[in-house]
């Protein structure tokens, strides 16, 4: 079994920061993309950024200048730093990663957390 736990979320007044986290446990093999997605009231979940294993990252044109997403493969551990929170910003976050575990190598998969809420409101 693999879980994805993430942390960080919360209240915060716009112009405000945050630090979300996302730890991958279980039987893993290995870890490529680690990214988060974002789902705000009534749209649809959206990519915010992502990062490879070899540390190349995108991000979505709304959040660049202001996210930084980072990873710890030691940890298998992904960050997501936000800055400059906007009102439009407020979604629930959630963690993904395509991952290979020991029992279904070389087969692998995305898997999903359930979600951080981020509220940003004055």
């Known amino acids: 079994q693999v879980q994805l736990v993430e942390s960080g979320g919360g209240l915060v007044q716009p112009g405000g920061s945050l630090r979300l986290s996302c730890a991958a446990s279980g039987s893993i093999f290995s870890i490529n993309t680690m990214g988060w997605y974002r789902q705000g009231s009534g749209k649809e979940r959206e990519l915010v950024a992502s990062v490879t294993s070899g540390n190349t990252t995108n991000y979505a044109d709304s959040v660049k200048g202001r996210f930084t997403i980072s990873r710890d493969n030691a940890k298998n551990t992904v960050y997501l730093q936000m800055n400059s929170l906007k009102s439009e910003d407020t979604a629930v976050y959630y963690c993904?990663?395509?991952?290979?575990?020991?029992?279904?190598?070389?087969?692998?998969?995305?898997?999903w957390g359930k979600g951080t809420l981020v509220t940003v409101s004055s």
């Open positions: 993904n990663a395509y991952l290979k575990t020991t029992y279904m190598y070389p087969v692998g998969r995305n898997y």
